[in-house]
Each structure stands twice: as structure tokens, then as C-alpha cells.
């Protein structure tokens, strides 16, 4: 069946420190793929996604590339800050964006 | 505009016992979806309803069931409660528009869950 590889965490970085979110995935077809980010106490929220190869997601200077070669679609950001401070999931969907497989989420860490 | 609302944040039950869980979605938003989250498993899809009806279902026992209402709102049950089941379950809204060549997908908007502890 489809699954999601994330690296494990936690990922613990300075301020304005580079940051890379391993992500790989395992799906027939050409699924969609997203970045969801959960704060301390909150749901999901959607950071980025992208529909087909080659596609770039960005938002709130976070970007990842469907890269349908690699089957990968890795997460970054040239300067975190302390309030990037969260876990991140990456996720697949091939049927329809209600129905995610999600990967096991890389919690971030930012001092300042 | 209000965000998704799940109703209680926090419930303790014990084995055997069951349990209903309240989402009310964004006004406006048909399709209701259902995730459980642990720290063993992750996130894992439980199913989701559409005009009341269930159009995805994960792989889960039966007993863990929902339904929806005709104003959107849905409910999820687990009866028998097992200590297993103790999780974060999560509710995610989205609408959803039926074109011409078929569904389209909107982004999902997530509740802040409701923790259950069995015990």
C-alpha cells in the first residue's frame, strides 16, 4: 500500500539556521503530496502541497519539489525562526485530498 | 468565520465502555473526515462522509463507526473501548464541488482534536 518515510526527529537548529525535512513516499499512480504542520495543542494545518512532478509548494518561506524520480518531496527553509517551532508531517493522497496517508511527523526545535 | 469544532477537548473513559465524539465543520464545508493520532501509529485514517453518506473508510474495527447529519455536523462512536484506542482523534472539514468531469478536491481544515484516555 502507499506510505510516507519521514526522518526521524527531533531536528534541532539556531535561529536563521538552514533547515531539510527528509521525506520519501511509496505510491501507485501519481498521488498528490503535502506538508502539514501541528503546534503544541492544535490540529493540522496545511503548510504546502503539490499535484504533480516537478511542482513546487512554498508558503510562509517553506518550499518543497515533486520530485517523481526520487519519489520525494522534501521540506525546506533557508532561515528558520523560533516560532517555526513544531512537527511537521509530510502526506500522500491518491484518492482525493480528504483521505491522507501521512508520514510519522520530525518535530523542529529552534533556539534562539 | 469559525474553524472546525470538535466537542469535548478531553475525555476519560474506561475499557468496555463507549464513546461519541462531536465535529461541527466550517460553515459552508460537506465533507467531514476522521483521523486518529498516537505516538506508536501516527496518523491514521478513519473515514470520512459526504451528504451523509460514507465515501472512504480506513482500516479500522468495526467498532469504530461515525455518522453525519444533514447539517454536517458528524459524530464518530467506538463502542468496547479497548485501552488501545486511547489517541487524539482529529476532524477535518473541506468542501467539496462535484464539476463536470468529476470531484475536486479542497484543502482540509483540522480541528484541535479531542484526547481520549481509556483506562
Known amino acids: 500500500g502507499d506510505s510516507v518515510t519521514q526522518m526521524e526527529g527531533p531536528v534541532t537548529l539556531s535561529e536563521e539556521a538552514f533547515l531539510t525535512i527528509n521525506c520519501t513516499y511509496t505510491?501507485?499512480?501519481?498521488?498528490?503530496l503535502f506538508w502539514y504542520v501541528q503546534y503544541p495543542g492544535e490540529g493540522l494545518q496545511l503548510l504546502l502541497k503539490?499535484?504533480?512532478?516537478?511542482d513546487k509548494g512554498s508558503n510562509k518561506g517553506f518550499e518543497a519539489t515533486y520530485r517523481k524520480e526520487t519519489t520525494s518531496f522534501h521540506l525546506e527553509k533557508g532561515s528558520v525562526q523560533v516560532s517555526d517551532s513544531a512537527v511537521y508531517f509530510c502526506?500522500?493522497?491518491?484518492?482525493?485530498?480528504?483521505?491522507?496517508?501521512f508520514g510519522t511527523g520530525t518535530r523542529l526545535l529552534v533556539s534562539p | 468565520k469559525a474553524g472546525v469544532t470538535q466537542t469535548p477537548r478531553y475525555l476519560i473513559k474506561t475499557r468496555g465502555q463507549q464513546v461519541t465524539l462531536s465535529c461541527s465543520p466550517i460553515?459552508?464545508?460537506?465533507?467531514v473526515s476522521w483521523y486518529q493520532q498516537t505516538p506508536g501509529q501516527g496518523l491514521q485514517f478513519l473515514f470520512e462522509?459526504?451528504?451523509?453518506?460514507?465515501?472512504n473508510k480506513g482500516n479500522f474495527p468495526g467498532r469504530f463507526s461515525g455518522r453525519q447529519f444533514s447539517n454536517s455536523r458528524s459524530e464518530m462512536n467506538v463502542s468496547t473501548l479497548e485501552l488501545g484506542d486511547s489517541a487524539l482523534y482529529l476532524c477535518?472539514?473541506?468542501?467539496?464541488?462535484?464539476?463536470?468531469?468529476?470531484?475536486?478536491?479542497?484543502?482540509?481544515?483540522f480541528g484541535s482534536g479531542t484526547q481520549l484516555s481509556v483506562l
Open positions: 477535518a472539514s473541506s468542501s467539496r464541488r462535484n464539476m463536470d468531469r468529476g470531484w475536486t478536491n479542497e484543502k482540509l481544515f
Open positions: 505510491a501507485t499512480g501519481y498521488p498528490s
Open positions: 503539490a499535484t504533480k512532478a516537478d
Open positions: 502526506a500522500l493522497s491518491n484518492t482525493g485530498f480528504q483521505k491522507l496517508v
Open positions: 460553515s459552508g464545508h460537506r465533507s
Open positions: 462522509y459526504f451528504s451523509e453518506t460514507q465515501r
